[in-house]
């Protein structure tokens, strides 16, 4: 069984292409990503809507830095619905955010449950550009081999330039035994590994929060993971690291009906 925050979950309405390795996206085709704003800076991490009211990203994009209050609510916007930083057509939804819940466990040195949770303030309202993903039980499998998706606003390599339309590629789920040995033993069971051994396609700064977003043989899209960490960008022998969601799944039912 797999917990729904919202039932008709995880649906593509709008679906133009097979997916070939970071494309741009067209719209709608990810209707549950999400970017959020901070300030007048614009696009700063990723996210996922789960249900009408709350959307899923990383701790690490709240945590205050110098000046910068980016636990604060009020000076974040999660926009919705959009394909392109432009924020023309199709016109995205922008959000206020209510609340910020980071996960009381989060460790900023590790990186371990690397999860928040945002409150909108008021409901969206689902379309063919909108919709939420699903969430998995605890006990979804996500078995290593199978083919998922990460994508995001983020940079389009190291040190490189941020892309204006949504990116997407397909990952790999990775061995844990086999990625942690290449990433010196810094994984915690909340962490799951995806991308290629031989590098070349990843997610990047920019992307983080974003999706992990995998389909199930009923057709229905699971978010497997978060968009965590990395050593630099799609670097040989440094998949990309993502926060496991199967792992969280109680945690996220006690905020989300708080």
Not at 118 to 133: F, G, K, R, S, T
Not at 211 to 228: D, K, N, Y
Request: net charge neutral; glycine share 10%; hydrophobic share 40%.
């Amino acid at each position: 069984m797999h917990r729904v925050l919202s039932p008709g979950c995880g649906r593509r309405p709008v679906l133009h292409s097979r997916i070939v390795g970071g494309h741009s996206a067209g719209p709608g085709e990810w209707p549950w990503q999400v970017s959020l704003h901070f300030r007048q800076r614009g696009h700063i991490c990723g996210a996922s809507l789960i249900s009408q009211r709350w959307i899923i990203s990383a701790s690490h994009c709240f945590q205050d830095s110098g000046a910068s209050r980016y636990s604060s609510p009020s000076l974040w916007s999660a926009v919705i619905g959009t394909h392109s930083q432009n924020l023309m057509a199709p016109k995205p939804v922008t959000h206020a955010i209510k609340r910020i819940i980071t996960h009381g466990r989060y460790d900023d040195v590790t990186l371990d449950y690397d999860v928040a949770l945002l409150e909108l303030a008021a409901p969206v309202v689902y379309d063919d550009n909108i919709q939420a993903i699903c969430l998995p039980a605890a006990t979804h499998v996500f078995p290593v081999g199978q083919r998922c998706f990460i994508t995001g606003w983020g940079l389009l390599k190291e040190e490189g330039a941020l892309p204006v339309v949504l990116q997407q590629a397909p990952v790999m789920i990775i061995n844990q035994t086999v990625c942690n040995r290449y990433l010196g033993n810094a994984l915690s069971p909340r962490m799951l590994c995806a991308g290629y051994l031989s590098g070349g396609v990843d997610a990047c700064q920019g992307d983080s929060g974003g999706p992990l977003a995998c389909e199930a043989p009923s057709g229905s899209w699971f978010l497997a993971g978060i968009v965590s960490w990395g050593e630099g960008c799609a670097r040989w022998h440094r998949p990309g690291v993502y926060t496991r969601l199967t792992m969280l799944q109680d945690w996220i039912q006690e905020q989300t009906e708080s």
